[in-house]
């Protein structure tokens, strides 16, 4: 076996995880091999606040061999050099004489600079990145090195890129297979959706997560409302107000006085403050607080204004475009993103292509930032 | 071997010919199989006005059996019944008294009813469709039903389904394969590419075809000019004047009175008379006119009103998108389809998704009418 296969194989421990256990820490995946190449020690980072990869895998091998001076550390991830949760993961290897390391990508985190550490105390240090690592950690990277959510926008379209008609139709235009893809994939993977008071109340959705046999799963949404349009009483009916035990709706607004409708008084709303300027959203102070409530993975399902203001504060990690085979032959039908403002070629966003997938006679266009 | 094998085979044998040399016939193909599954004739159209498919196999198989009573035809086209360049092929078959003729598609020409033909002679007959001869003579098919040229739409369009900024530039949205694509595929098989003067003026587009190796083939290329502004003295020197041998420019107006300017006096030009209405061409009376001198597929490559204009008529029969990896984020930046008038959704244009292809960073999205 390669560094590379020992590597994967730390990877493929690491995926064992359920991100919802670990958040905000990313999946991490080590093993101990020994001279003769045997793996004598595995671990993965299972639940935040309990042992790192690396202390487990060191632990396991020391069941089998009492000096791991000539094994080989594999870890996706760049070992911790400070004391978070758990003491320093340097001084272990450190402590256990292991004389090499090999790493699948580096923390970003500043306070981390374990591969320095175990340079300087003589650890041969090895940085093999592999895609499937960053892949794998893409919201954790996003979080660490841009302190905001990783956002990812989801958007049906027809053909020549109308999101709805200039009524805002827009029910339905992907396909059945499509929206199966959006509740089992995108929404369960989220921490929340963001979208529009407007979009909410034009579809009266409920923005759930449903699943296989009529299972159905909350999920905390938080909405763009300005005016608090959410809490008047005439919106007390909306679906998006089913019975919630462990999700909230977070309404985002720069008003501090809310005045909430009798109906709504025991709901589990929460609002964030957030200043507008000139009528657009401060994306920077919202990605703040969104990180402060732990939220980490943001799926927007809005309007294309929406849209266009994330797209213009390079706030699109990846773009999940369902081309459905229609068109809607009027040019004020609304588009995938709506700004008023003239751009020119030169000046228009390049994403990057990272997957097309067929859903019968739609197709999935996945782009990355 | 079963029928549909055989029928394929006789479909194999069909596409040895050069559209080019048969146009505006199909391409056909047949063979003769004996009573003990042997391929005995073989046949396909090779020349417009020269021996059908039918006839060479039938031959070819008399050379090497007398008796063809016991044997089966396999021909992609219903039989012809009628005098055309040629005499009835329905007169060979019962002359030979095959007693059995297989079929992969009708004859859309109402002047041919070669299966009810052989069926009142006692011949069994059997209809097979084979999807692949229905594409194949796909061109035939919608010039014999519709009276009409096939018209395929190209588009390159960034994600967001614009095909160049509010200025109209759109050099180059599409990548280098992409482009090559269009010349080698779309191009060379088109007998002319359709646009408008406004675009060859924005453009200043060549439009000819240009093949590995630096080898370039002329294209004829029907222009809409309403003015007849292309016959101005300003646009003698556009790169669409280059030397031409073998192709043709038309251009299309409402106008009987032209002026040319000197420098295009003994160039190749032909008006084409067709009135419009309100502003607006009369695709129709363009369709007749096209026929006429022989224009059987025509690439359309031009802005988002030409575009709109042909899907209104339900004169789109093939759309080829280029959705490449951009952003315009600028909602009066040029659609795919620029209609002023409001389309409801429901009352959108449904397309079949036929194809999907990744080129590089572009994907390539064939639909059908």
Redesign the interface.
């Known amino acids: 076996m390669t560094q590379e296969d020992y590597l994967h194989k730390a990877f493929l421990l690491s995926t064992k995880a359920n991100i919802k256990d670990i958040r905000p820490n990313p999946y991490v995946g080590a093993i101990i091999v020994n001279e003769n190449g045997e793996i004598i020690g595995e671990g993965f980072h299972k639940l935040l606040g309990g042992a790192h990869a690396e202390v487990i895998a060191i632990q396991e091998a020391l069941k089998k061999e009492s000096d791991l001076s000539n094994c080989t550390l594999y870890v996706t991830l760049e070992p911790c050099s400070h004391y978070g949760k758990t003491p320093p993961c340097t001084n272990l290897i450190l402590a256990h004489n292991i004389k090499k390391v090999v790493i699948g990508s580096l923390d970003p985190n500043p306070k981390v600079s374990g591969m320095a550490i175990l340079k300087e105390n003589g650890v041969l240090v090895i940085e093999l990145q592999l895609p499937e690592i960053n892949e794998l950690n893409k919201v954790f990277f996003i979080n660490q090195l841009n302190h905001r959510p990783f956002y990812q926008l989801k958007v049906a379209?027809?053909?020549?890129?109308?999101i709805?008609?200039?009524?805002g139709?827009?029910?339905w235009?992907s396909n059945s297979q499509s929206r199966k893809f959006v509740h089992e994939t995108l929404r369960d993977n989220a921490d929340c959706i963001l979208t529009t008071a407007k979009t909410i109340i034009k579809d009266n959705a409920k923005l759930n997560i449903r699943l296989a046999n009529e299972i159905s799963k909350e999920l905390s949404v938080v909405v763009i409302d300005p005016n608090l349009d959410l809490l008047k009483n005439e919106n007390a009916g909306l679906a998006l107000f089913y019975p919630r035990a462990n999700s909230k709706i977070y309404l985002v607004t720069p008003l501090s006085n809310q005045t909430i409708c009798p109906a709504l008084k025991e709901y589990p709303i929460e609002i964030l403050q957030v200043p507008f300027n000139e009528g657009k959203l401060d994306i920077t102070i919202l990605n703040k607080k969104l990180i402060e409530i732990n939220i980490y993975q943001v799926l927007i399902e809005a309007g294309?204004k929406l849209n266009?203001s994330f797209?213009?504060a390079n706030c699109i990690d990846e773009?999940y475009?369902f081309?459905t085979?229609?068109?809607?032959?009027?040019?004020?039908?609304i588009?995938?993103?709506?700004?008023?403002?003239?751009?020119?070629?030169?000046d228009?966003?390049?994403?990057?292509?990272h997957k097309?997938k067929?859903i019968e006679?739609?197709?999935l266009?996945v782009?990355k930032n």
């Open positions: 379209s027809t053909l020549n890129g109308k709805a008609d200039r009524n139709v827009s029910k235009l294309g266009s797209l213009e773009l475009l081309v085979p229609k068109i809607i032959n009027d040019n004020q039908a588009g995938i993103f709506e700004n008023e403002h003239y751009q020119s070629l030169l228009g966003k390049k994403m990057q292509l097309v067929k006679e739609d197709v266009l782009y």
